[in-house]
């Protein structure tokens, strides 16, 4: 059924939050269709959408907005604080592996000490 697969929707880090909004808001659309007798809970969308996201990030949002929307932009400036910290750790791995090479490289050719 449409619904356990919306609260069994899972953001993978493959996946950019934009990806999965996307496809959570398909299938909440979806619902909408199919049971127009009620419709579900803005507060149940919003804790269903959120239970998708990766548990760390869970976590780190204690308040809750109202809104999809609001939720979106919190978990995209997440995901964008990660990607920059990932970025900056590959920038200094490149620096310190250069050191490292020219450390074993010097102790291969005798250290300059003879």
């Known amino acids: ?6 609260m069994d929707l899972r953001k993978t880090q493959s996946m950019s939050v934009r990806e999965y909004s ?6 909440n659309r979806y619902i909408t269709f199919i049971d127009e007798s009620e419709p579900i809970p803005e507060t149940d969308c919003v804790r269903m959408y959120k239970s998708g996201m990766p548990i760390e990030w869970q976590i780190e949002k204690c308040c809750v907005p109202r809104h999809i929307a609001g939720l979106e932009r919190q978990f995209e400036l997440i995901e964008r604080v990660e990607q920059e910290d990932e970025a900056l750790r590959n920038r200094r791995r ?7 090479s020219n450390a074993s490289r010097s102790r ?3 250290g300059g000490h003879q």
Do not use: Y
């Open 94 to 100: 490149p620096a310190r592996d250069n050191k490292n």
């Open 108 to 110: 291969e050719n005798g």
């Open 22 to 27: 996307r496809a959570f808001r398909k299938l």
């Open 1 to 6: 059924m449409i619904i356990d697969e919306l």
